[in-house]
């Protein structure tokens, strides 16, 4: 019973606090133990309907509410789909939880899961595969969501709520192991491992606490090493993995796999690939360019630049520009390019440049491929670099850089030739 009051009275409660209530011996504890705080409660109660005892279940709970004198909130879960029960009913527990913080402007969460749940927990995620933080399991804080009974077992708990004369709900699947994977490993194979060593749950737990305060070290140094992330190779290479993994998740992109990780440090280490890219999770890319580092939405080339036909004085707007293709000298202050080009040509084209496009130089044709080569152009740069061509495609210039082109030989300003220019303008939007 100490224990549980000591893990209670040591944390620094708000005023408010939302406190998930299943009916189980572990929630009914962790209400009966938090009532006994100056601070004001909400019990939260999720009722899935997928048993029949649900409905005795949420009346359970508003009763134990309105005996405790607490608020008492209750979602019932309607729309249930036909596969990851268990993922989507904490998607959606969490969802109404976190809309009571809001309602009720605290935030805190507090929930019970206890040593044995954590126990459960590492040895899932150790069976599954994943990453070494993975195997820490659960933290007693996770942004606004305490577990303040991590460190207690499930038998603590039972003694508690025998010795408070507690009554709880029975939830019959939890007995069944083969309900859920987790239900196996509580049911089946972690009583067996108590008899290998009946400090199974403790040792399991002490293990996921090292990994805790290992993780916590490796991540006060790889954030040092992050506020450098731009220079890549000044990081440590042992470091670069830890670096790696921390800024991603700093730029809120999470669930990497180790594939994608060990493939990614391939291409920044490459020093005979300057630039490359590797698509992440959430429609984010990797991008290296130059030893530079950052992210970058996924997008359709189609979605940057659709062709556009451009006929003679007309303008025409496009990507929060407008292009003209005029005659007539611009003014200062747009921005523009010359070229000379026959009155016969009715109409030219502004588009993407393909890989297999070709500009005429002065000592004779070079691939745009090469050109963005020669110019250390960016991979942003050069998957938007645009052309303009005849209507034959034949290339009449091309986009270096935002505003810098390149003009064909074949299509330069001479003496005593009238020029052309494609004129173009930010558009305020």
């Known amino acids: ?197 009946a400090q199974a749950v403790r040792h399991i737990n002490d293990m996921a606490q090292q990994i805790q305060n290992q993780e916590r070290l490796i991540d006060e140094q790889a954030a040092i090493y992050a506020q450098n992330i731009a220079s890549w190779h000044t990081i440590p290479q042992a470091w670069q993995a830890p670096t790696l993994k921390y800024w991603l998740q700093a730029q809120q992109i999470f669930n990497i796999k180790e594939s994608q990780i060990l493939q990614a440090l391939q291409l920044l280490n490459n020093d005979s690939k300057p630039n490359g890219r590797i698509t992440l999770n959430q429609g984010v890319q990797l991008v290296k360019s130059y030893n530079q580092l950052g992210l970058q939405k996924e997008q359709n080339r189609d979605q940057v630049l659709s062709p556009v036909m451009l006929k003679l004085n007309q303008r025409y707007f496009l990507a929060n520009k407008s292009w003209l293709w005029t005659d007539h000298e611009p003014i200062l202050d747009d921005s523009a390019v010359a070229f000379a080009i026959g009155s016969e040509k009715a109409v030219l084209c502004l588009r993407l440049a393909n890989a297999s496009d070709k500009i005429a130089l002065i000592n004779g044709h070079k691939k745009l491929r090469r050109l963005a080569i020669d110019e250390k152009l960016t991979l942003q740069e050069r998957e938007t670099m645009l052309v303009l061509t005849t209507a034959d495609d034949c290339i009449v210039a091309v986009q270096v850089r935002n505003n810098e082109w390149r003009v064909s030989a074949e299509y330069t300003v001479k003496q005593n030739t009238r020029p052309n220019w494609l004129v173009w303008r930010i558009e305020e939007t």
């Open 1 to 197: 019973m100490e224990k549980i009051k000591q893990a209670i009275k040591q944390k620094s409660w708000p005023a408010t606090v939302i406190v998930a209530v299943s009916g189980g011996v572990d929630s009914v504890v962790l209400l009966h133990a938090l009532a006994q705080m100056p601070i004001r409660i909400v019990v939260a109660h999720v009722n899935y309907h997928l048993r029949p005892e649900s409905d005795a279940d949420a009346s359970f709970v508003a009763k134990l509410a309105q005996k405790m004198n607490v608020i008492f909130e209750q979602r019932d879960w309607q729309n249930r789909p036909n596969h990851a029960v268990e993922k989507e009913a904490r998607i959606f527990r969490y969802d109404f939880f976190n809309a009571l913080a809001d309602r009720y402007q605290t935030d805190t969460i507090v929930v019970a899961h206890h040593a044995n749940d954590q126990a459960e927990t590492v040895l899932l995620k150790m069976i599954r595969g994943g990453q070494l933080r993975q195997m820490a399991g659960m933290m007693t804080k996770t942004n606004h969501i305490i577990r303040p009974f991590l460190t207690l077992t499930k038998q603590e708990l039972i003694a508690y709520a025998h010795r408070n004369q507690l009554k709880w709900r029975e939830d019959s699947t939890n007995s069944d192991p083969n309900y859920t994977p987790r239900n196996l490993l509580r049911n089946d194979v972690l009583p067996k491992l108590t008899t290998i060593n």
